[in-house]
């Protein structure tokens, strides 16, 4: 419970930030935005959403070897909150006459991205470790633990289903107080975490030092950390002194250059010089081939929050009953969808396995894949409706997120479990890592793609149905190529099913 709880109200902090990023970057000063163009708020958005798994690895290895698990999502929620207070801090100190203002001041955009920055640390320090202590609250091979997962993974979701509704409610008066209130969720996520923590005795605690050389390690830890710390902070302060100019779209295709390099780079050095026998050597093939197809699903699911954001703002008729629906509504949907559909795929799943007809893993990967291309089939038509200077109803958007949701529920659980199987003794945690890369490297591209395909001008809004056609080809195009690499990666696969 204590667990569940923590984790929704931190749900509720990022997705219900994340409902109002893009649009609060896209909206004119004048509206309380920021008055970015696309391209720059779909870079800076795809930085910020890489940013939050990137920093899981190691935030993940500080909770291992200084921390402890509890602590980190502790001092993680205390950043996160401190990161969604921070960017609502403008909101406080303005008058709220936005239509009087003809530029941004320096506050502005400081508290913007500081707090993103916070957020970003915090996310890193707090997700993978607070997953890491549901696992250790059950034995090795107890059937509880995959029930106390699907649990916890529900307390996600419904963090995700509340807070774009109540944080765009708030938005519509004040961009600035949506973002305090995912702030002050992620603070009664951690009173209540602190209030009911002792049912978490014994779990998650920093590790022990046993003698003089352990504590000789970790002091010498505790200083590399503190001084990576200080140039983090000095590399910051420098950036938003403006001395060294910042290109954020060059950073980002920059940055998934580097991130796929080095998966690579490592994935080839495990299997060439990791001392693995051949079997092991095919299984970590796999995950190398697999990181492709996740990196390629999650670039076209997470345009959720930036393309198909956009798409809901500026050419969706929102309208019902004379009111109109706020656009980070529309951030819901996933999670409704999820909440209805998690136990029926489950359930699909075990009753095709009592009848030998469920699909291998690689196959329910291109299910997935699948299911993402044909959603975004459906927004080429809500596109050409568009482009014909017509509002698309919203019901385009809703089937859309309905089929990238049956793509979710068939790839990303799959594709967690397969990893943990696939993994070669003693690189369990770094196989979960390069995952967690694919995942990094998807909500980048998802941010770039957002820049070239929201119809921010007349040029771009004609070009809109063909840039999702070119999503829909490229998509459908990785499903087919993975189905008929499925027999390959099957046979690597050796023993695992």
Excluded at 294 to 305: N, R
Excluded at 307 to 332: C, H, K, M, W
Excluded at 384 to 411: C, D, N, Q, R, V
Excluded at 478 to 491: D, G, N, T, V, Y
Aim: charged share 10%.
């Amino acid at each position: 419970m204590t667990l569940f709880f923590t984790e929704m109200w931190e749900r509720f902090s990022y997705y219900g930030m994340r409902a109002l990023l893009i649009l609060f970057m896209t909206a004119a000063i004048t509206e309380g935005g920021l008055g970015f163009d696309d391209k720059t708020s779909g870079a800076i958005y795809g930085l910020y959403t890489m940013g939050v798994y990137l920093l899981a690895l190691p935030g993940g290895w500080l909770a291992d070897r200084l921390f402890g698990l509890k602590k980190s999502v502790w001092y993680g929620g205390i950043i996160i909150a401190m990161g969604h207070f921070t960017m609502a801090l403008p909101g406080i100190f303005s008058s709220g006459d936005y239509a009087s203002k003809t530029a941004l001041s320096t506050l502005d955009t400081t508290s913007f991205f500081l707090g993103l920055i916070l957020i970003v640390f915090g996310t890193g320090l707090l997700k993978p470790n607070i997953s890491s202590i549901v696992g250790q609250l059950y034995p090795e091979g107890s059937s509880k633990r995959d029930a106390g997962f699907s649990i916890f993974y529900m307390g996600i979701n419904l963090g995700a289903l509340i807070a774009p509704i109540a944080c765009s409610t708030l938005a519509e008066y004040d961009w600035h107080l949506g973002f305090g209130l995912a702030g002050f969720g992620m603070v009664l996520g951690l009173i209540q975490y602190k209030l009911t923590g002792s049912s978490l005795e014994g779990y998650g605690d920093a590790p022990i030092v046993s003698d003089d050389f352990e504590q000789a390690k970790q002091n010498k830890l505790k200083s590399a950390v503190t001084w990576i710390g200080i140039v983090l902070v000095g590399l910051i302060g420098i950036m938003f002194t403006g001395i060294v100019p910042i290109d954020v779209v060059a950073i980002a295709g920059a940055s998934g250059t580097i991130i796929a390099l080095v998966a690579f780079a490592y994935l080839g050095y495990v299997i060439l010089f990791g001392g693995l026998d051949k079997s092991d050597r095919n299984k970590v093939g796999v995950i190398a081939i697999l990181f492709l197809f996740s990196a390629m699903f999650w670039s076209g699911f997470e345009q959720a929050g930036s393309t198909l954001n956009l798409f809901a703002e500026r050419f969706t008729d929102r309208s019902v009953l004379g009111f109109e629906i706020p656009t980070g509504y529309f951030q819901s949907i996933n999670s409704m969808f999820i909440i209805i559909f998690a136990p029926i795929f489950g359930g699909l799943w075990v009753w095709l396995g009592r009848r030998n007809l469920e699909p291998s893993s690689p196959m329910k990967f291109t299910l997935g894949l699948f299911m993402l291309g044909m959603g975004f089939l459906v927004m080429y038509f809500a596109a050409k409706i568009a482009a014909s200077g017509e509002l698309a109803a919203p019901t385009w958007l809703i089937f859309t997120y309905m089929l990238h949701t049956f793509g979710e529920l068939a790839l990303s659980p799959v594709g967690l479990s397969l990893v943990t199987k696939l993994a070669p003794k003693g690189y369990g945690g770094q196989m979960m890592g390069i995952w967690f890369l694919s995942v990094s490297l998807g909500n980048l591209f998802a941010g770039l793609i957002a820049g070239e395909a929201s119809g921010g001008t007349e040029e771009a809004l004609a070009q809109m149905p063909d840039q999702y056609m070119l999503i829909v080809y490229t998509v459908i195009g990785s499903a087919a190529l993975l189905f008929i690499l499925r027999p390959m990666i099957r046979k690597m696969m050796g023993n695992v099913h």
